[in-house]
C-alpha cells in the first residue's frame, strides 16, 4: 500500500433516522479513508428467502465512492436471520452437553450444517456477483470472527468419525493411540465411537479440539474460494481475528486461504493501564502469519462493552497513540468499531466514533488530528518491515493438553505465554511468534518456548537441531512431557530433549507455597519466587543457574543451562516470577549477543523498528504514561515526522504523555 | 379499623396430633385477635380431583369465632396438589432454558394455564360460597406471594406474541423499537418470533419482564373477580405481597384489584442489626400504593428460615417493637407467620409463636404483653393517617434496563433506591413512594430519583413541570438514558432533562477505583468517596457543587444543581457513598423548607408521625439499640400512650433498650 | 493371615509395549508379595458381546504364581465396554435433574438396569468359573469402589415406589410421617409419587439416600452370591471402600456381605502435612465394620491426580511410614495405586511406583527397603488386634438430615465428626466407630457423638441407657432433634435425651461471629471460641461447664455435664474450636480413667498399640515430623523391631524424622 488507511466500520442500517449524507459528510471533514460495512446485516441483504436487496447499500456505496472512501465489504454469514431460524432451526448448533441453543445470540449457526451453507453460498455469490466491479470496493472480509462455536451437532458428531477414520484409517490405531484398553474402552469398530460430550480421554478431547479447528479453516477457506471466483485481481479477500493467538481457532492455516490477514484488537483495561501491550501482542502475532503487514479492521473508539459494566473511553492522546501502536508494529490500517454507537441491541455500550447523539465530540476531534497528520505522514511509515531476532513458540495443542491437565489453578499455558512476551514487550524486544510447523527457526537468533507440553518427536528433534547449530532456546518445564496425541512419554523426560537439555526427571511436585531461589542469585528481593510446579531435575552435562531454597526441594535444580553444539537451552523447571522471567530472558539475550539501547528506556517508553518503503530506517518512541519522558536517540541522524523536526544521534528528546516521537532516518 | 388486629396465620392440619382447643385457649390467652387460615391446604380442600372437604376446616372456624377471633380466609392456588400434577403435569412451569420443573417446590404452576384456571376457579367457587356468610371471616387474602415465577411454557410463549400483537401491532413496529436490523434479525410477520429464552435484545427482553408482571396482574385480578361475586360487603379481597418493591411483579397495577393491600415483611439480619429499616421499608411501600393504611400479613415470630443457617430469635423487647414499628408506618393488622412450628417439610426452620414442643415460650410471652397493651390503646392509634412531603420515585422499569445493561458488580438500581431510603430512614424523613405513573408528584415538596434509566418522554417531562413548578428533585445518574423500550436516546444526555438539569453529556467511564471529590466539600473525610460510574458533565446553567479529583476527570462536576422555573434540580454524576448521599440529601430538604427536629435525634431513636382517627397528632419514638436513649420532645403537650403518663413539650425523655415512647397529642 | 501383604494394583494391558517379563523381575527384585488385577478392562476381558477372553491374562496370573506372588482378582463390572454402550445406551445413569450422561466416565451404569445385570452375571460367572482352581489367586473383589452414583432412571423411580411400599405399606404411612399436609401435597395413592428430582421434603429426600444406600448394597451382596457358588474355601471376597465413611453407601450393611473389607485411602494434602491422620481415620472406621484387621487395596505411591493440580509425590520416608501407619490400624496387606503410571487417559497424573519411564527410581528404592523389611518382621506384626476403649458413633442420616437443613457455611455434620476425630487421633486416643445398630456400646468407656440430628427413641434410649449404666457420653448439639424420618419431635428438646442429659432447650440461634466463653475456662486464650450454633439452655439437673460472654445469650450455658445413673452426659450446645474440643474431650477421658501416657508425648509423634499372633503387645511411635523426637517408653521391657534392639521400660528412645519405632513386648 502507499499509504495507510484509517477509518471505522459503518452500518447506516442501524440508525434511528436517515442521516446517510450527514455520516458521509462528517466523514469527510475528520478525514477518513476507508469504511468496512455489510457483514452483520444478512436480514437485509436477503429479508426473505431467495429475495435479494442491494438498493439499501448501493446508495451507500455509491457516496462513499463520491467521497473518496474505499469499502471493505463483508459477507454476511455470522448473522442469520430470523427467517432462516423459522425454517431451519435446525441450523443453530447443539453444544457438548445436549444443550440445543435458541434463537437470539449471533454467530449461533453449526459451520458444516448443509443447509447453512447453502445459504451461505448463494448470498456470498448474489454479494460478489454485485459487488465485484465497484471501484470503491477494496476488499473483502469473509464472516466475522468466526470462532468454532463449540457445535456438536448430529452432522459434527459424525463429521468427527469421518475425520478419525482419515486420520487415523483404523479403530486399532485409535486403541492404540489414545490407550482405549484403560478402563476396557477399546473399540471394535467406527461404529462405536460415543458422542463426544462424555469423553475423558485427553488424547481424544485434544483430536476434538483439532477438528473444531479444522472445521473453522474449511469455512473460511470455502467462503475464500467463492469469493476468489468473483474478485477483482486488486482486490484482497480477508478475515477478522478476534483475540489471536485463540486456540479455539487455528489462525495459521486459515491465514493460507487469506490475502491479508485482519485482526480485531482491543484493550479492556482501564485508561491509567493502557500500555499498548494488548495491541502490539496480537499485531506481532498477526504480522508473524504471512510474514508481512497485515490490517486492523476493529480496534477501540470511545468505549467496548459487551460488558456494560467495564466503560473506558481513552484519555487525551490515548486513541491517537493507540493508532502508532497498532502502525509501528506493522498494520498498514486502523479502522475503528464503529463510526457511531447504536441504541439498540447487545453492543449499545461498544461506543464509536460518534456517540448516542451522533454527534462530533472528544474522540470524533481526536480522531481528526490523527486522520490528517496520517494523511502527510502516511506514505513514509505505510509497508513498515519489521525484523526480529528473538520469536516465540505458539502452540495451542499444549493449550489445550495443559487444560485438560491443569499444573495450577491460576498459571496455565496461555499466562506462561503471556508472561514470556510481556517481559520481552516492557524490555523493548521485538519478537515474532514461531509456529509447530514453521521452517524458519534458523532465522532467529533466541527462541522463547511456553511449556511445550505436546508436541512430536519431530518438533522437539527440530529445536535440538535448532540449538545444535547455534540458538538460543529458553523452555519452561512440561516441555516435551507428552507426545503428539497428549499421549505421556515413557522414556526419562524431558525425552528426546534430554542431551540437548543435559538433565533429566522422574518425579515433579506441585507447590502450594511459592520457594525462593537459594541466595536470590538474580538480586530481586521479594520478587524472587519459584511457585506452582517444580521439575525434580537431576543434572546430566547441564549446570544449574539456581536451586531452590527447600530442606527437600534443594537437591534439585530451579533453572538450568547447557551449551550443545553451537547454542545454548536454558530450562525452567518452575514458574518465575515477572522479575526472576525478565532477568533469565535478559541474560539470555545478552549471550546470544542481541542486547541494545533499547533494553535502557525509560519503563513507560516503548521502541519500535523498522524499515519503510524505501527501505529508511523508521523508529517509534511512544509513551504510555502522563508524565513526560525524556530518552537519548541512538541510531542514525534523520527527521522527526510528527514535527518534521531534524534529529541528530545521541541527541535527548522529550516524549509528552500519552504521545509518540517518530523518526525517519535519512 | 377501630382497632388493630394481631395475631398469627394457624395452620392445624399440619400438627402431628390433634391440639385445636388447646390451640384457641392458648391464643385466648395470648390475647390473639385475627388468624390467617386455608391458603396452603388445596389438597385437603379437594383432597381428590372435584370431592371437596370444609368439615376439617369448619370446627376451626367454628372454634375461633366462638374464641371472638377473626379469620382472613385464603385461597389455596399456589400450592396445586399431588394429584393434579400426576393427571396435569403439563401446568408445571417450563424454564426460559427449556429445563421444565417437577413436582415438589410449590408456585410451581404456569399461571396461564387453562387446565390450572379451570381447578383454580372451582375451588375458590367452591370456598367463597361455603363460607361468604360465616361472621368469623372478615376479608378474602387471593393465592399466596404470587410471582411471576418465570414460566415460559408453550402457552406463555404463544401469550408473548398475543401480547405484542396487542400493543405494538405490526412487526414493522417491534423493528423500529427494538432496531431488529441489528445483526440482520429483523422480522417479517409474527410467526418468525423465536422462543424468548436466546433472546439478548434489551427491549425485547424488557418487554418480556413488562409482559411477565402483567401474568400475575392478571391471575389476582381475575382471582379478586370471583371472589367479589360472593364476598359479603363488609368483607375484603387482599394480597399478601412478598418484599415489595419486587421488579418481577406490578404491585400498583395489582393493587388496583384489591380492597386493602396486605405485605408480609420480613427482617433477615441478625438480632444486633435489627433497625426497623426492612419493616419500614416495605410499609411505606405498601401505604403508596393506595394512599392508605394496610395489612402485615407475615412477619417474623421467632425464626425464620428457608435458610436454615440463618437463624435469629429477636432479643428481648424486639418482638413487641416490631409491632409498633408496623403500626407507625401505618398498618392496622400484624399477623406473624405463624402460630407454630412446623415438624415436616421445608420450613421446619421457620419458627412460630409456639416452638416445636408447641408449649409457650419466650415469644408467647412477649406476645402476649404486646397483645394485652393493644388490647387497650389500639384504638388511639388504629388507622394511622400518615403524611409526607417527600417521595422516593420507583421505576421496576429502569431495574430491568439496568440488570440488562449492569454499571457494576456491586451497585444497581436496588442498591441506589435502598440507599436513598436508607438515608432518609435514619435521617427520620418520612417519605412515600411515587411511580411512573402516578399523579400526584405535586403533592410532595421533595422527589427523590434513583437511576431512572428507562423513562418515555411524557415520564421526563412530568419530571420536568414538576421542577418548573416548585419542586425539588434530585436525580441520580443514567436517568433518561433510554426512552420506554430501553433503546438510548439519540439525543445529548440527559434528553429531554437538559433544560431542566442545566448540562449535558456525550460520554461516561467506569470507576475501578474510587474518586474523592475535590478538597472534600461534604467534610466527610474518609467517605468522601464517588465510585462505579461517572458521567462526563458539562455545564450549561447547572452549578456544580462538586468536582472529582482526579487529572483527566477532575474538569467534569460529580454533583450540579439547576434553578428552573420556581424549583430546583439536584444531579448526581456518579455513586455517591452513603455519606455524601446523607449529606446531599440533607440540603435539599433544608433548600425545600422541610427539615426540623427530627433530623436531630440521636442515631438509634427513629421518630414517626401521624394522625389518629380523632385527628390528633401521634408520635413515636423508636429506640433500635441495646442502650437507653434520651430525647427532647418538641410538639404540644400529651399522653404517652404505653405509661399514660403526660407529656410536656420539650420534655426530656428516656427510651429504654428496643423499646419505645408513643404520645398522643391533647 | 501369617504375616502382611505388600504389593500394588498392576494393568499390564495398559503399557505402551510388552513387558510382562520385566515388570515381575522388578517385582521380584523389589519384594512384592501379592498384586490386584483384572477389575478394569471389562472391554479386554469381553471385547465384543458373548466373546471372552483369557489367555491375555492367562500368562499375567501364570507369571505370577511362577515369582509367587499372589493373585487378588476384580470383577471388572464398575467400567462397561463401549459395544455395551452402542447396544444399551440405557444402561448408563439419568441423573435426578434430567441429564442423562453420556459415554467416557467410568462408574456411570444404573446398578438396578437388568440389562446390566444380565451382563454382570455372565462375565462374573465366567471369570470366576475361570480362575476358581487358581492356586495364585487368593481373593476375590468384587467391583471397584462402588458408589449410588446419583442414578434416578426411570427404573431407579420405580424401584422407590417399590421400596416405599415394602417399608411403608401405605401412602397415609408416608402422609403422616413425612407431614404431606404441608402445602396440601397428600398422596391419594401410589401412582400419585412424584419424580424426586424436584421433591424438598426432608424425610423423604432421607428416604431416597436410604434407598440409594441400598441399591449399592444389593448390588454387591448379589456380586457376592455369585462369586460364593464358585470361591474356594480359601479365597476371599471383598470390596474396597472409597473414602468411608461415606453416607452415600452404606459399608456395614455392605460388609456383611464380604469375607474381608478392603479400603482405598489416600491422603491428598502437601507433603508437609502429611501425619497419618486420614489413613488411620479410614483404617480405624474400617476396622470397626467387622471388628476385625482389613485390607488396604490403594494407597498413594508416588502422586494421586484426578487433580493434576495436586501432586504431592512423598518426602524420602514417608511412603515407608504410611505403610507402618496402615499396618498399626489394624491392616493385614498395604497394596499400591498402582505399579506403574499410566499415559493415557484421565489418570496420567496418577503415579505409580514406576513413573513414566517404566524404570525404578526414588519410589520403587523405598518400596524395596520396605518389601524387604516386612519380609522379615511381617509374621510378628501381622493380624494385629486393636481394643479401643473409646468410640466414635457414626450416623449417615444424621450427614444427610443436616445438609437438608445446614446450620452453617463451614461446618456440617462431616467437620463436626472429624474434628471429634481428629482430637481424638492427635492425643492418641484409639478409637473405633459404631453405628446407631451397633449392639456394642457397652464395650467402650467413653463414647463421642457428633451432631445426632437424626435418631429414633429406640437409638436415643439406647445412648440413655448406655449412661445410666456408666458409660461416658459426650455429644454435640442438634442430637436428638428430629426422628428417624428427619421430622423435628414435638417435645421440648432435646427430647428423649432430657432426663440424661438434665438440660432442656426451646429456641436457638444462629452465630454470625464467633462467642467467648465466659472468662476462659478453659484457659485456651485466643481459641476461645464457640461459633456458628447456640442452644439456648435452661438447666434441669446439669451443671454448666461454660457460659457465654454475651449480654443476652450469657444467660445460656454452652457446655453441660449431668451425672446420670452411674456415667454421665457432657453435651455441647454450640461448635467449639479445636483447642476447646480437646480440652471437653480430654477432660472427659480422664473422669472415665482411661487417661495415660499416650496423652503426653511430643505433638508429631502418634502412638499406637496392639497385640499380635502370640498374644505380645506392639507399640509403635511413628513420627510425623521432618524433626528428630524423642520418647520416654512407658511400657513393659521388649524389642525394638526394626533394629532389634533391646528396649527398657522408662527407656528414652529417638525417632527420626518421618520415621518410627516398633517394639514387641517380650
Known amino acids: 500500500m502507499d499509504s495507510v488507511l484509517y477509518g471505522a466500520a459503518y452500518y447506516p442500517e442501524y440508525m434511528p433516522y436517515e442521516r446517510l449524507e450527514k455520516d458521509v459528510e462528517l466523514m469527510k471533514q475528520v478525514g477518513i479513508t476507508v469504511v468496512r460495512m455489510g457483514e452483520s446485516s444478512w436480514g437485509l441483504w436477503e429479508p426473505e428467502d431467495g429475495r435479494f436487496e442491494y438498493a439499501w447499500m448501493d446508495r451507500v456505496v455509491g457516496q462513499m465512492r463520491k467521497a473518496g472512501i474505499k469499502v471493505i465489504m463483508g459477507t454476511p454469514t455470522y448473522s442469520i436471520p430470523a ?65 468454532p462455536g463449540g457445535a456438536a451437532n448430529k452432522d459434527v458428531q459424525d463429521g468427527f468419525v469421518e475425520y478419525l477414520q482419515h486420520k487415523f484409517k483404523t479403530v486399532d490405531e485409535l486403541n492404540k493411540v489414545w490407550g482405549l484398553n484403560y478402563w476396557g474402552q477399546r473399540l471394535n469398530d467406527w461404529t462405536e465411537i460415543p458422542p463426544e460430550g462424555g469423553i475423558l480421554n485427553p488424547g481424544w478431547k485434544l483430536e476434538w479440539q483439532r477438528y473444531a479447528q479444522w472445521i473453522t479453516t474449511d469455512f473460511l477457506a470455502w467462503q475464500a474460494s467463492i469469493v476468489n471466483e468473483y474478485k477483482r485481481p486488486d482486490q484482497f479477500v480477508t478475515q477478522d481475528f478476534a483475540g489471536p493467538p485463540r486456540p479455539q481457532v487455528n489462525e495459521f492455516d486459515i491465514s493460507r486461504s487469506l490475502d491479508i490477514v485482519a485482526v480485531n484488537p482491543y484493550h479492556h483495561a482501564p485508561q491509567d493501564e493502557y500500555d ?118 505458539y502452540s495451542s495443542d499444549s493449550y489445550w493438553g495443559i487444560e485438560f491437565m491443569k499444573f495450577s489453578d491460576k498459571e496455565n499455558y496461555r499466562t506462561l505465554l503471556r508472561q514470556m512476551y510481556h517481559v520481552l514487550y516492557t524490555s523493548n524486544v521485538g519478537v515474532d511468534f514461531v509456529l509447530p510447523e514453521s521452517t524458519n527457526f534458523a532465522d532467529y537468533k533466541m527462541i522463547v518456548v511456553p511449556p511445550l507440553y505436546v508436541a512430536s518427536d519431530a518438533l522437539l528433534n527440530k529445536l535440538v537441531e535448532y540449538v545444535r547449530n547455534g540458538g538460543h532456546l529458553v523452555m519452561a518445564f512440561k516441555s516435551g512431557f507428552t507426545n503428539e496425541y497428549d499421549t505421556v512419554r515413557w522414556t526419562t523426560m524431558p525425552g528426546p530433549l534430554r542431551e540437548a537439555a543435559g538433565f533429566h526427571y522422574q518425579e515433579f511436585s506441585s507447590l502450594r507455597q511459592p520457594l525462593a531461589l537459594k541466595g536470590d542469585p538474580y538480586h530481586v528481593a521479594e520478587e524472587n519466587k519459584a511457585s506452582d510446579w517444580l521439575e525434580m531435575i537431576t543434572l546430566d552435562s547441564a549446570q544449574a ?42 541474560d539470555v539475550l545478552q549471550r546470544a549477543g542481541i542486547a541494545g539501547p533499547d533494553q535502557n528506556l525509560p519503563p513507560s517508553v516503548r521502541a519500535k523498528h523498522g524499515t519503510n518503503r524505501s527501505g529508511k530506517m523508521v523508529h517509534y518512541y511512544l509513551n504510555y504514561s502522563s508524565q513526560e519522558q525524556t530518552i537519548t536517540y541512538p541510531y542514525g541522524a534523520g527527521t522527526e515526522l510528527l514535527t518534521q523536526a531534524a534529529v541528530a544521534k545521541s541527541q535527548k528528546l522529550t516524549v509528552k504523555p500519552w504521545d509518540l516521537i517518530l523518526i525517519v532516518e535519512k
Chains 1, 2, 3 share one sequence.
Open 545 to 586: 543457574l539456581a536451586y531452590y531454597d527447600h530442606p527437600f526441594f534443594g537437591r534439585f535444580p530451579a533453572i538450568t543451562r547447557n551449551s550443545f553444539g553451537k547454542g545454548s537451552l536454558t530450562y525452567e523447571g518452575t514458574v518465575l516470577s515477572d522479575a526472576l522471567q525478565t532477568k533469565v530472558l535478559l
Open 83 to 147: 427467517w432462516m431460524y423459522k425454517k431451519h432451526p435446525e441450523i443453530v448448533m447443539t453444544r457438548l452437553d445436549g444443550h440445543t441453543i435458541t434463537y437470539g445470540m449471533r454467530q449461533n449457526a453449526d459451520l458444516l450444517n448443509p443447509t447453512y451453507r447453502f445459504y451461505c453460498e448463494r448470498v456470498i455469490r448474489k454479494l460478489a456477483e454485485h459487488y465485484k466491479d465497484n471501484p470503491a470496493v477494496i476488499g473483502w472480509q469473509i464472516d466475522n470472527e468466526t470462532p
Open 276 to 393: 499498548g501491550e494488548d495491541s502490539s501482542y496480537e499485531g506481532d502475532y498477526s504480522r508473524s502469519l504471512k510474514h508481512t503487514n497485515y490490517l486492523v479492521t476493529e480496534t477501540n473508539a470511545d468505549t467496548i462493552g459487551w460488558d456494560s459494566k467495564s466503560q473506558f473511553p481513552p484519555y487525551d492522546g490515548q486513541l491517537r497513540l493507540d493508532v502508532y501502536t497498532h502502525l509501528s508494529s506493522g498494520a498498514n490500517m486502523v479502522e475503528y468499531w464503529h463510526w457511531h454507537s447504536i441504541h439498540y441491541g447487545q453492543e449499545t455500550y461498544w461506543k464509536g466514533i460518534l456517540g448516542h447523539d451522533l454527534e462530533p465530540g472528544r474522540p470524533y476531534q481526536e480522531m481528526s488530528k490523527t486522520a490528517h497528520e496520517l494523511r502527510r505522514i502516511g506514505p513514509e511509515i505505510a509497508n513498515l518491515k519489521r525484523t526480529s531476532q528473538v520469536a516465540i513458540l
